[in-house]
Nanobody, 112 residues
Framework: QVQLVESGGGLVQPGGSLRLSCAAS????????MGWHRQAPGKQRELVAR???????IYADSVKGRFTNSRDNAKKTVYLQVNSLEPEDTAVYCC??????WGQGTQVTVTS
């Protein structure tokens, strides 16, 4: 049974930063691509970032230059460093493993 547990969300002011984490309970972690999606109220879920097993990353245009996706295979964890946050970044952020297994998400709220 694969479980993904996100943490690190919170309430921040515009311009602030957070570090989101996603810990995976899986026997072998390093072979899987991991992704981050977000869903804001009334909006469709959207891909934010994705990191392959080799560490290559892709980002949504809206977050390029502000978000950084990384992974620590020894800890079976992926991270999403989110900087220069804007109110439009407010959403529930979920990680996934190969787009097949999903975590419950962590809330990020950006407001002054």
């Amino acid at each position: 049974q694969v479980q993904l547990v996100e943490s690190g969300g919170g309430l921040v002011q515009p311009g602030g930063s957070l570090r989101l984490s996603c810990a995976a309970s899986v026997r072998i972690f390093s072979i899987y691509a991991m992704g981050w999606h977000r869903q804001a109220p009334g909006k469709q879920r959207e891909l934010v970032a994705r990191i392959t097993s080799l560490g290559s990353t892709i980002y949504a245009d809206s977050v390029k230059g502000r978000f950084t996706n990384s992974r620590d295979n020894a800890k079976k964890t992926v991270y999403l460093q989110v900087n220069s946050l804007e109110p439009e970044d407010t959403a529930v952020y979920c990680c996934n493993l190969e787009d097949a297994y999903w975590g419950q998400g962590t809330q990020v709220t950006v407001t002054s």
